[in-house]
């Protein structure tokens, strides 16, 4: 026909989202919302709008290249993967196969990112793959986990309608997940109370029930204020504290110091507002928490993520509908890619890899020798790459030379490598340091799932085919992998794939490729006739009981001086996702927000004589960018905001890369920085 | 619409296709469909299912040129009680009914009345607040069925001078001027919009408004619209137009 209409899942934010690509005469021309998804509900952001608008760009990548001196060349298909199948061996050989690491994508399909992490574990031999959530919430991972058995939202998106209080922390949510944010807007609507806690005014805040600001880098302080008062007020739910979980007497210690005034000097947020969120909090029946990257992006990401754990749990808000501790993941597959084990420590489905049970498990399924030592995190690997331990890097789908911190950094340790292969769909900053660039099919061009951040596995589905010889990941993968002289990599489908997952991966085990095309499933989903789990820890913790951290504020790992008196802290907007490979090729994205820009409280900026749109040189220890001042009131004084979506004026050139000690996600959110007239 | 995947998907068949499982039950809005298809349709005739809305939005569409009439044939589709009671609706009943059978209209608007109430202070700050929620998805334009220039200057920056969101309220208010003698009531902007912006009820009052001082209500297939004609009376005379 004329024109299809192709269901498929959204390629941007993890809220996960269908609607239907149009297609006409093999091109996609636009997109229709789906009335009856039950995510979106037939609305869609202004990103999802115009999610076809990059899929047919002149810029895509079309055919393979390899370096040829300094040019990157065309090449054949055979030349470049055989290219890449001789340096991963020589370096492998030479310098044994830690040295090589593989960077797996949340862009990317589950089953593509099951194949990626099977590529480094058994046909390269190491543990050596990770991926961005490394940068977003490896810190929740690991914190809920240790709080509760389980490292994912314990709710579902749906649930915000319904809920009596949301308290967003951390989080811009209408601008970064829309649907989520509209969601949260109906629950005011029914009469909920809304708490925004953010250093900037952001749109929800200004709906909000109650906004606070506290300075960046305070969060500890403020949570356990909040629980301060729940316990000295008696608000709290001794139940479910005595019944459920472990460890309250140290933290009722703990948070004893942490008095609304004392608060108050650390995070500038006025005491009385603080005893305010806390009842409003403590008093509803049902209180989810949602938050992002504003709190996981830290130097003590992974304890502050366990402290609004601390908060729910006191609470008993843990295990029941419209409750729940509830992180909001960035990126259309970055849950899938943790489920399905591309991450240096786990196998897929959350399974260590330095459990010599689990490891025989998988060297059985597997037919192959598995290292038992865990691998490299994405940000100690481009510190390995530095000192000469990493040689080699195949990324697939990800551009660090934007999207890590202290860019600086990234790039010199991408020249010292021996050899960096990139898989992309655009010519990105980082392919074009690369000794061979693979052109991959994007998600309008492949079948298989994505996991959203709730949890549902959601389908992708082919709509039109790849451009030129652009080929999908996972064929990508599994070619490599043969040419490795691997077995095991013989799938003729992405629904082969999953099949494969659901057998390794007891979250996955009944989830597969026929069940969730009409079915919204979220996991655990252990076996074919289970429902899958709509709400985490129902009855108990996944671990039994839910453990209390005890955990003090400290200071962020840079702090202002005069030298660099303002507090940078970084973010998205609206309009544009990530390193905007994809939305900044999308022309009306580009025309809602054309150009990088550095947002500036107003008193700031008329102490500096700077005004709006003047162009302004913006430094850190690290490096300095040139930018458009917004001169606004949205933003406190003393801090000041870049996104990090544009190329030419890369807020990453001056972030730092002081990494969280558990998690090893690096402190995007703060930073200190001065500002001048360029 | 066909049940596809679990959804409920538009469908576009063309002679001979099998149909699958055909349904009615989801209020996709066809002309929105039917002009996203109709460009790379060069010949022959399209059948759409349509409801009294889509009648009229067609008409609209027709009447300037953008589809030819002569090649859309109507099936005509009679919403449910239960549709018109949640579209607000006050014009339900199809031309020819081929599907269903024709509801009652719904007379009065809550909403629409609840604002008339208001004095204009009130109305005004209920109307901001209601503006302060928008998101700038632009669902409001990308699923109506009468939006049909092919490039919306309202999202220019012109008229969306606030950097990113809200867009402002210039935004709505000329958007509504703007469909006053098109807007066909469909309420498909309402129900795209992720944030609850009553914006029928905002369509509505300017329809009103159209009809008191024109006489013409929008999706009238005969007659056109009284802002695309010229105006009427003696000519303006020296003197009567203040050169200041």
Known sequence: MPADFVLTTC???????????????????????????????????????????????????????????????KASWDEALDRIVAEVKRISSEHGPDSVMVLASAKCTNEENYLFQKLARVAIGTNNVDHCARLCHASTVSGLLQSFGSGAMTNTIPEFENADCVLVTGSNTLEAHPLIGARILKAKEKCAKVIVVDPRETPLSRIATLSLCQTPGTDVAWVNGMINVIVSEELHDEEFVNGRTSGFDKLKEVVKKYTPDVVEETTGIPADDLVRAARMYAEADGAMIAYAMGITQHSNGTNLVRTLANLAMVTGNVGRECTGVNPLRGQCNVQGACDAGALPNLYPGYQSVEDADIKSKFEKAWGGELSGAKGMTLTCAFNKALTGEVKAMIVFGENPMLSDPDIGHVEAAIQKLDFLAVVDIFPTETAKLADVVLPAACYAEKDGTFTATDRAIRVVRRAVDPPGEARADWQIACELARRLGCQGFDFKSPAEVLAEIGAVAPLYGGIDRDRVDSEVVRWPCPSKNHAGTRVLHEGSFKMGRGAFAVVDHTPPAEEPSDDFPFVLTTGRNLFHFHTGTMTRRSAKLQRESPEPYVEINAEDAERLGIADGASVRVTSRRGAITVVARVTRWIDKGTIFIPFHYAEGAANRLTNNALDPIAQIPEFKVCAASLEHA | MRTEHGNVAPVLLAKGDGPGELRADVPYQMAMILSRVYPHVPEGRIAVVARRCDEKAIAELSKRDIVDRDRIALIGLACTKEQVAECRCRDPCPETVDLGECSDPVVEDPVVEKVRSM??????????????????????????????????????????????????????????????????????????????????????????????????????????????????????????????
């Not at chain 1, 809220?15 to 297609?23: A, P």
């Not at chain 1, 789906?34 to 079309?62: M, Q, W």
């Not at chain 2, 109305?123 to 092919?150: E, H, I, M, S």
């Not at chain 2, 619209?225 to 203040?242: A, Q, R």
Request: hydrophobic share 35%; with cysteine.
């Open chain 1, 11 to 73: 390629p941007y934010c993890g809220t996960g989202c269908n609607f239907f690509l149009q297609v006409v005469d093999g091109r996609v021309v636009g997109v229709v919302p789906c009335k009856t998804d039950e995510t979106s509900g037939g609305s869609l952001c202004i990103k999802g709008y115009n999610a076809h608008a990059f899929v047919g760009h002149p810029d895509r990548l079309t055919e393979p290249m390899v370096r040829r001196g300094e040019q990157l060349a």
């Open chain 2, 119 to 244: 004095p204009p202070e009130a109305r005004l700050a209920f109307w901001t607040d209601q503006f302060r929620k928008c998101n700038k998805c632009y669902g409001c334009t990308v699923n109506c069925p009468v939006c049909f220039c092919d490039d919306c200057l309202l999202e220019d920056k012109t008229f969306t001078v606030e950097k990113g969101i809200p867009p402002g309220m210039a935004f709505h208010v000329i958007r509504s001027m703007h469909l006053a003698d098109k807007c066909v009531e469909c309420g498909e902007c309402e129900r795209s919009c992720p944030v609850d912006i009553p914006l029928l009820a905002l369509r509505k009052m300017a329809n009103d408004d159209m009809k008191e001082l024109f006489g013409y209500t929008a999706g009238d297939a005969d007659r056109k619209s009284p802002l695309l004609t010229t105006l009427e009376g003696d000519p303006i005379k020296e003197g009567d137009v203040d050169a200041c």
